[in-house]
């Protein structure tokens, strides 16, 4: 896979920063004008870009009754159907190409998660700078060879994907000419626990699928996007509400404006912090060396006195002799007077 991917006009690579995603999903509550604020909270908390997704209740499942389309796992939308659940959280299709404009005004870049044929078509028209595979998309092999074929960058979550399941989806992308694909360690589960989280098979999955990684981040707070940038992510992806108390489908674990903005400049914090791998004395910490231990004489001797750990003692600063040569001088004669608080030197000694 490709190790140098752009989305918009960032770049996203080993020496890149995090790329940060906001996502809207269905906290616009069906309410055109919390949309547009929404977008507008993104761009203010620094995102890189708002996502949407791109379905409707009749293009994601059937209008049945029947027990297995009954939501019964132990979610947050337990007691109802999968088709209402998504009558209530799409997003109105003609909202999204003004959604992307208003994004892209504002710096942001705008794409989706399309759920069928008809939304990769409709995302096309609005030329969307790249897609997002949902994790329980993950197993849809049409939809993945459909959207590889268009030759944008997909980004991919395993929320719910075996090491077959990711292998297989990487092939379709290869094997449509696509690989600018980014996959996403996620726990699917709202909101995740974090003993869930497994930070370390992100990790792995960039060496294993030798591929660009990030994290898609269901659980509360910020502490393990910000972890997981420390550990090499380079996408991050949080769900983004006005205000959990508002109310809606994914509220309960959205983050709110102010903590997705304290998240973000944590993260970009930590981007400074980790680096590179150096072991280059700084001007600074040169500076700073002249505070380290070293050894002066610490009682006045007489010419022909012997050192000993009463009168040669390892202290700051570092003006004396290294203290590597503690045991090497003591005993050994003085061959002038010293007195109290004099670096060591050779010339001191016989």
């Known amino acids: ?11 996203i690579n080993e020496n890149s920063g995090a790329y940060i995603i906001a996502e809207m999903s269905g906290n616009h509550n069906m309410d055109y004008e919390r949309a547009v604020k929404i977008v507008k909270a993104a761009a203010e908390a620094g995102a890189d870009a708002i996502k949407l997704q791109t379905y409707t209740a009749d293009t994601i499942t059937l209008d049945s009754d029947a027990p297995c389309f009954q939501i019964t796992q ?3 939308w337990d007691g109802t159907t999968l088709h209402k659940l998504y009558e209530e959280a799409y997003t109105p299709w003609d909202w999204q190409p003004k959604l992307k404009e208003l994004a892209e005004s504002l710096g942001l870049d705008c794409f989706s998660s399309p759920f069928d044929f008809t939304s990769v078509d409709f995302l096309e028209k609005m030329d969307v700078p790249a897609y997002k595979i949902a994790s329980f998309e993950i197993t849809d092999i049409p939809l993945i060879k459909k959207v590889a074929s268009t030759g944008k960058p997909v980004i991919i979550s395993t929320g719910i994907a075996s090491v077959e399941d990711i292998e297989l989806a990487l092939k379709t992308c290869k094997d449509a000419g696509n690989e600018n694909v980014i996959l996403l360690k996620c726990c699917s589960a709202y909101p995740a626990p974090y003993e869930d989280i497994n930070l370390e098979t992100m990790v792995d999955m960039a060496k294993k699928f030798d591929c660009t990684i990030g994290l898609s981040d269901h659980t509360m707070g910020s502490a393990v996007s910000v972890a997981a940038v420390a550990m090499g992510a380079k996408v991050i ?3 983004l509400t006005l205000a ?14 102010q903590e997705f903005k304290e998240m973000v400049d944590n993260i970009r914090i930590i981007e400074k912090a ?5 072991y280059d004395i700084t001007e600074k910490q040169e500076k700073q060396r002249e505070f380290a231990r070293s050894l002066f004489i610490a009682a006045d001797i007489k010419a022909g006195e012997v050192l000993t750990p009463e009168n040669l003692r390892s202290v700051r600063p570092a003006n004396g002799l290294h203290t590597k040569y503690y045991e090497e001088l003591l005993g050994k004669k003085v061959v002038r007077d010293c007195k109290y608080g004099e670096p060591m030197s050779w010339d001191m000694v016989e």
């Open 74 to 76: 132990g979610t947050l």
């Open 244 to 257: 959990r108390a508002d109310g809606g489908v994914d509220a309960a674990f959205s983050m709110e404006p």
């Open 1 to 11: 896979m490709n190790h140098e991917i752009k989305i918009g006009k960032r770049f």
């Open 274 to 278: 980790r680096g590179k791998v150096t």
């Open 237 to 239: 992806e949080k769900h």
